[in-house]
């Protein structure tokens, strides 16, 4: 089962405009520079930065195969053992403490994992997630 991110608006913005931005100027640069070895190379490298902010927008998603839950967002990928999987909270304001944020949106889910791991996932649909992993692991505590 496939569940795409949720997009904050601001999220969305900042993964369009900047790298639209960047990508449009490298283009420029290597059209009118040619001649410049510093400016194929920063173009080269504006390019390479505004698309994985692309591929971020695009890619962020969580995937649930049978006992695993798969993350990715752009080149950020892991998996999660369901079973390891202690409590789940819902983020309760703009300030969040963990560490892996996979995430488009500033309202999510926390995932305690393992012993003393965390990750912060944004799925659309937030209760069709937590059912899907309650029906894997139905030892999981909600907060």
């Not at 639209?20 to 490298?45: D, N, P």
């Not at 079973?83 to 304001?93: A, D, L, N």
């Amino acid at each position: 089962m496939v569940f795409k991110s949720s997009i904050h608006l601001s999220s969305g913005l900042i993964l369009t405009i900047i790298p639209t931005i960047m990508i449009t100027v490298a283009l420029m640069g290597l059209l009118f520079e040619t001649s410049s070895t510093g400016i194929m190379i920063g173009s080269i490298i504006f390019i390479l930065i505004g698309s994985t902010f692309f591929w971020i927008l695009l890619d962020t998603k969580y995937t649930i195969k049978e006992n695993d839950l798969y993350y990715c967002s752009g080149p950020i990928r892991g998996k999660i053992d369901i079973q390891s999987i202690r409590k789940i909270e819902h983020q309760k304001g703009l300030y969040n403490e963990c560490f892996l944020k996979p995430s488009l949106d500033y309202k999510g889910l926390y995932i305690y994992y393992n012993k003393f791991d965390d990750i912060y996932l944004s799925p659309k649909d937030q209760d069709e997630f937590v059912n899907y992993l309650l029906k894997i692991n139905p030892k999981i505590d909600l907060i």
